[in-house]
């Protein structure tokens, strides 16, 4: 049973680009989540995907959005990279029945800005 | 969400227990306690959660006092392969519109 695969493993942009980072979710999980962690810091929310919808969102700003399709897999777009981007992004996966805390995350995507 | 407060490093030996405390003095009545261990370079793996008393599973304990306004992750026997970063959260466990906040955590040092 494959866990939660996110693509890809590195990325490197520049300043002003656009990037789309995907997500997977384990098997039988309906529910998305997406974090930014910057180095030496804890995971940060952005926000969580469930139904094809957002449901609920951290305190980012509007260029960064997201999408979940019917099979559950999720994608985070980042539109006019800045420096201050370049960060780990996790997704986390998780059953909308279960103990929202229990969420799985992958092995995450580091994206670099120059 | 109630805010927690952990110890920003600890060090210990391999084969000894760790103790790590986390301070949550705001905690609600319907959240639950949660630890989190993240190795470099990898996401968070969930490792325990609990409400009151003690919980107890293959990776750690669990102890939480009556008022719940603390909580002390265990883990026994340490290794080498036990450094990581442990993060302790406190929130609705069992609601489906709940976020996830993550503090600075607790950077677990294992030396031989």
């Known amino acids: 049973d494959a866990g939660v695969t996110q693509s890809p493993t590195h990325l490197i942009k520049t300043r002003g680009q656009q990037v789309t980072l995907r997500c997977s979710p384990k098997?039988?999980?309906?529910?998305v989540s997406w974090y930014q962690q910057a180095l030496g810091q804890g995971p940060q929310f952005i926000f969580q995907y469930y139904e094809e919808e957002e449901r609920q969102r951290g305190n980012f700003p509007d260029r960064f959005s997201g999408h979940q399709f019917p099979n559950y897999s999720s994608e985070l777009n980042v539109n006019a990279l800045l420096l201050g981007d370049s960060a780990l992004y996790l997704c986390?996966?998780?059953?909308?029945?279960?103990?929202?805390?229990?969420?799985?995350f992958g092995p995450g995507t580091r994206l670099t800005v120059t | 969400l109630a805010k927690t407060t952990q110890p920003i490093s600890m060090d210990s030996y391999e084969g000894q227990e760790v103790n790590i405390t986390c301070s949550h003095n705001n905690i609600a009545t319907n959240d639950y306690i949660t630890w989190y261990q993240q190795f470099p370079s990898q996401g968070p793996r969930f490792i325990i959660q609990?409400?009151?008393t003690k919980v107890t599973n293959e990776v750690a304990s669990l102890f939480i006092p009556a008022d719940r306004k603390s909580s002390t992750l265990s883990l026994p026997r340490v290794s080498l392969s036990d450094t990581a970063v442990y993060y302790c959260?406190?929130?609705?466990?069992?609601?489906?519109?709940?976020?996830?906040?993550f503090g600075s955590g607790t950077r677990l040092s294992i030396r031989p």
């Open positions: 986390a996966s998780s059953v909308s029945t279960g103990r929202e805390y229990e969420q799985y």
């Open positions: 609990g409400y009151k």
């Open positions: 959260l406190v929130g609705e466990g069992y609601s489906s519109a709940s976020k996830i906040i």
């Open positions: 098997s039988g999980h309906d529910t």
